[in-house]
C-alpha cells in the first residue's frame, strides 16, 4: 500500500483536506517499474499525472545526432506529466526507472473535474508548473554563466536536499546515478564531470562512493556552486 503521506508531499495534494485526499486517492492508479524499465518515450501519447511514491526516476531528451540529456532526477512527492493535462501532445521527456520504482498516476478527465470548484488545487498545480519553469531558467543560466565544476556542486547539493541522509561522517547522498548519468545531469562530458568530482573529493570536501557520495564540506561545496 502506498504511503499517503508521501502523496501529501506532492502539490496536487498538499491543499486537500483528508476526505479529498482520499477520494482522489481513490481514483488513481498504482504503476510500478524496475530499474532500468521506461515508464513512456519523448514523443509518446499520454495524457496521466504521475507521483513517484518510492524510488527515483529520471527524466531525458535524446538529440538529433543522439546525445542525451537528462533533465531532472525525481524521488517520492515529486510529480511529473502534468504537462499533458494543460497541453495535451507527445510527451517531452523519457521517464525512466532508477531504481524499482512506483507510482500513482490519474487520468486528464478525473483531474480536469477535480480541479473544477477546487481553486486550492488549481493553485498547487500554477505552484509546480512555476517551479518547473523556475528551475527551467536556472539551469539555462547555469549552463551560460557557470563552469562545469560549479554545476556539479550545484548538482550534488540539489540531490542531498532531496536525498541526502545525514550521518556522523556527512551527508550520505544514494543518487544511484552512474557517472555518465550524473554527466548528463550538469550538461557535461564524463571526463569532465569526474575531473571535478576528483578534485573535490582531493580538497576533503566529498567522499566517492559507487553510486553514491558523501559532503562533508556542506560550506565549502556551496560556495563553489555560486
Known amino acids: ?15 486537500l483536506d483528508d476526505e479529498a485526499a482520499t477520494a482522489l486517492r481513490a481514483s488513481m492508479t498504482d504503476t510500478r517499474l524496475r530499474r532500468g524499465e521506461v515508464l513512456f518515450h519523448e514523443g509518446d501519447s499520454g495524457d496521466r499525472l ?28 515529486q510529480m511529473f506529466g502534468e504537462l499533458s ?36 488545487v488549481a493553485r498547487g498545480l500554477l505552484a509546480q508548473l512555476a517551479g ?18 560549479g554545476r556539479v ?22 543518487h544511484d546515478l552512474t557517472q555518465e548519468e550524473l554527466a548528463q545531469l550538469v550538461g557535461a562530458s564524463r571526463e569532465t564531470v569526474n575531473k571535478a568530482l576528483a578534485d573535490f573529493a582531493s580538497r576533503g570536501w566529498l567522499r566517492l562512493e559507487p553510486r553514491s557520495v ?7 561545496l556551496s560556495r563553489r556552486a555560486r
Open 50 to 77: 504521475y507521483i513517484v511514491t518510492e524510488g527515483k526516476v529520471k527524466l531525458g531528451r535524446t538529440s538529433s545526432d543522439g546525445r542525451e540529456n537528462l533533465l531532472a532526477i525525481l524521488g517520492p512527492g
Open 1 to 15: 500500500m502506498v504511503n499517503n503521506d508521501v502523496l501529501r508531499q506532492a502539490p496536487l495534494f498538499s491543499a
Open 132 to 149: 518547473r519553469l523556475r528551475k527551467a531558467n536556472d539551469v539555462v543560466a547555469d549552463l551560460v554563466f557557470s563552469d562545469v565544476p
Open 85 to 120: 493535462l494543460f497541453d495535451p501532445g507527445p510527451r517531452s521527456a523519457t521517464v525512466t526507472a532508477v531504481t524499482d520504482t512506483t507510482f500513482a498516476s490519474l487520468s486528464h478527465e478525473d483531474l480536469l473535474r477535480w480541479l473544477d470548484g477546487r481553486p486550492v
Open 214 to 220: 558523501v559532503i562533508m564540506e556542506v560550506d565549502r
Open 153 to 174: 556542486a550545484k548538482a550534488l547539493l540539489d540531490l542531498a536536499d532531496r536525498f541526502g541522509r545525514t550521518a556522523d561522517d556527512g551527508i550520505h547522498v544514494h
